[in-house]
């Protein structure tokens, strides 16, 4: 089955540190990859994604995200981060070439001190 | 405004009562979802549809039922079946097409008395 993992549950990060977040899969087709994100009180909403081209992409509020195919990975990564950027961020992975069917990952509470 | 609409925000299940949670949405989308949200597990796809009348499980499909007679509703029924359904449930839809995102209601959140 497909899978999908995000290796931290839970990063506390200051003002101003990079950010790296953690995301693999277990599906060995083409795939595409998505990062969605939960402020608090608000809806999830779509960060970034990959479908093709690029593997490096670029997604709101400075955010990109890397896909190596061959780690079957697709980290989340922000230089600089900012209070405003504490959320709950998902992983996702939708299988290509069928009908949209999403895996999300456990998801990653960050917590952004001021 | 274009989006979806869940109701109620709120919703508290007696034992052995089945409870209907709602969602309406307005973009024209095909394709509609429903996911349960758990502290921990991230989200996991109970139940989606690609078409109006047409309907598949996703992985955690015991215990709820859905139905999709217009395109714009898509409301899901937690059944007596459903043994531990308190949980965060979130409705989404798309127009279909894997390469495109997912937009999301503000959820309901289930709670048995």
């Known amino acids: 089955a497909q899978s999908v993992s995000q290796h931290n549950h839970h990063v506390i990060l200051s003002e101003a540190a990079s950010l790296e977040l953690g995301c693999n899969y277990s599906?060995?087709?083409?795939?595409?990859l998505f990062w969605y994100v939960q402020y608090p009180g608000q809806h999830l909403q779509l960060l970034l994604k990959?479908?093709?081209?690029?593997?490096l992409v670029k997604g709101i509020k400075g955010f990109e995200a890397e896909f190596i195919k061959s780690k079957f990975s697709f980290n989340l990564r922000k230089p600089s981060v900012q209070w405003s950027d504490t959320a709950e961020y998902f992983c996702?992975?939708?299988?290509?070439?069928?009908?949209?069917?999403?895996?999300f990952g456990t998801g990653t509470k960050l917590q952004v001190i001021p | 405004d274009g989006g979806i609409t869940q109701s109620p925000k709120y919703l508290f299940r007696k034992e052995g009562q089945n409870v209907t949670l709602s969602c309406e949405q307005n973009?024209?989308?095909?394709?509609m979802y429903w996911y349960r949200q758990d502290p921990g597990q991230g989200l996991r796809l109970i139940y989606y549809?690609?078409?109006?009348?047409?309907?598949q499980k996703g992985d955690i499909a015991e215990g709820y039922s859905v139905s999709r007679e217009k395109k714009e509703s898509f409301p899901l029924t937690v059944t007596s079946a459903q043994k531990n359904p308190t949980a965060f449930y979130l409705c989404?839809?798309?127009?279909?097409?894997?390469?495109?995102?997912?937009?999301f209601g503000s959820g309901t959140q289930l709670s048995v008395l």
């Open positions: 989404a839809s798309s127009i279909g097409d894997p390469n495109e995102k997912l937009f």
């Open positions: 599906y060995g087709g083409t795939v595409n």
């Open positions: 990959y479908f093709s081209g690029d593997p």
């Open positions: 996702a992975v939708d299988r290509s070439g069928g009908y949209q069917k999403v895996t």
């Open positions: 973009l024209n989308h095909d394709a």
């Open positions: 549809s690609q078409i109006v009348n047409d309907f």
